[in-house]
């Protein structure tokens, strides 16, 4: 999990740290919210995590964008429009993410000249380690690296640097045993690194070689990473995790196609969503997946059952509210936190009721094995939360940002303080200071014509 990052030049931080780790022993909180008032920079902080996450995935992009290109060509026209049509959101993420570049785009603090870091601190095992990319204003890699255990000891993985049109780079002998192996890797990162990351390139050599290979000549502390790194799911409006292992629940709980032998699985999803569903509305009665056979496949879709004027009714789930499709897609993101993830949401309060995401975070605390990271606007939350849990980002007028936790601050939240009324008197400063607006003077000047 992660225990704090560094934010250099990137986006709205000229220089921000975001510590996640107890003050008492020092491991990550598994449970962080983020406040701030509009543009203070909270997406930022998701975008920093999405980026960690898409950088070691680019490889993986390009190869499923080079495939797409492919089956473009190929004459059974029928099935490559199933295929795309079953995957259209996988295609546009590799579309838009096949390279480091793409990545990077638009993350540079602007008028910036001085290039942009990001440091990623986390804890594997009871170990700490840092991982580490610097790019500059065009979102030219500059240099990576990767610190943390080697043997019995912590040192340097890798590490690679950009000099001028060059490209240098260090492999610990203790992390990749093997001679040819360093030469092998070696003229991957002179082929491929900045276009992609050595994350995503190793990503690449471990998938197109035997697994067992690579188990018995890199050393597994690096793998552990590369796991880790994989649990870590972006929730936002545009982007929603994970990127493998899917097998594991439904990526489109509310319709889409599954094997034939999978049917079983679906009533068991009827059965989560029915639990889920059911404690947060009085007025849900039950669940169904209505399903098509089809030649090899099923295709399902999701209806609730609900009382309307005493009745009960059956309605496709397309027709409910977005705060309601907003809640069934949160489901994903809960199983993966309490199954040990890293799950970073993005808005987790979105179109839902103050109550019900109180409700369901107060729950959820419980049952968290990963580290659940989010972004809200809802202050009732706060009256539940830990005040170690809940971060705000300060900005004076000057643009200039610091995050502070709720224990943070001089005056201190004891456990019968209500954070929230704290919060909502600006006493951890996060919070809009609007002026009164007259809205009939602002538009004095506009005539009716151009109103």
Known sequence: MFESIRLVNFKS????TFDFAQKNNNRPKNLVSIYGENGSGKTNIVDSFKILKFSTLTTMFADQYTEFQTSLGSDEKENVNKEL?????DMMVAINYRDIKAVLKNSPRINANDNTKLVYNFILNGISGT?????????????????????????TLFN????????????????????????????????????????????QYQENINEEYVNKNVSHHFIDILNEIDKVMIWTDEIKGPFSKKDFMLMNLDSGTIKQDQIGQLLNYEEVIYSYFSALYSDIKDVSYHTKERKDSLDYQLFIHKNIGGELTEIPFYLESNGTKNLLELLQAFFWVVKGNIVIVDEIDAGIHDVLMTSIIKNIRENISGQLIFTTHDTILLRDLPASSAYFINQDSMGNKIILSGNDYEKKVFSNNNMQKMYLDGLFNAIPDPLDIDFHDIFESLNPSEV
């Open 13 to 16: 931080f000229t220089d921000v």
């Open 85 to 89: 049509l079953n995957n259209i959101k």
């Open 131 to 155: 991982y580490s990319l610097e790019y500059d204003n065009k979102c030219n890699l500059i240099s990576e690296s990767l610190y943390y255990l080697l043997n019995h000891r912590r040192g």
């Open 160 to 203: 690679i640097t950009r000099e001028e049109k060059n490209v240098k780079s260090n492999l610990s002998n203790i992390t990749f045993k093997l001679n040819s192996q360093h030469t092998e890797l070696k003229e991957l990162i002179n082929k491929l690194w900045g276009k992609h990351t050595f994350l995503s390139i190793f990503k």
